[in-house]
């Protein structure tokens, strides 16, 4: 089954590199969305003033659970491939959310 997941991250470098850091990021997640047929159409959203940023994907799993590592290995592996180091920061500053591809409706996303 296919689930969208939105991780919500924050970026704790210099916010005058933010924009250049998001695009070195972009990058990376289409580079690896090239090899895993699990992940589909990684986008980005963000807010330069904050560093709060939304990683977006279609990940195809066997359930919610299943989607939510996939999509988090995946970011990590993209955070990983640009330099930047991720230790706890799945636990200590990230928001997840998981809805099926096709009622992406139910994503609570408040802000």
């Known amino acids: 089954m296919k689930y969208m997941t939105v991780q919500q991250v924050r970026y704790s470098g210099e916010l005058e590199r933010f924009d250049e850091r998001l ?3 972009m990058n990376a997640l289409l580079d690896l969305e090239d090899m ?3 992940i589909e159409d990684p986008d980005l959203a963000a807010t330069l ?3 709060v940023v939304d990683v977006q994907m279609i990940t195809e799993a066997d359930d919610p659970a299943e989607a939510m590592v996939k999509a988090l ?3 990590r592996s993209a955070l990983h491939s640009i330099g930047d180091a991720t230790p706890g920061w799945e636990t200590q500053r990230a928001v997840m959310h998981v809805a099926p591809a ?3 409706d139910r994503l609570a996303l408040h802000g």
């Open 23 to 25: 695009d070195e990021l």
């Open 36 to 38: 895993d047929p699990a």
């Open 102 to 104: 096709d009622d992406t």
């Open 73 to 75: 290995c995946f970011l």
């Open 49 to 51: 003033t904050t560093g």
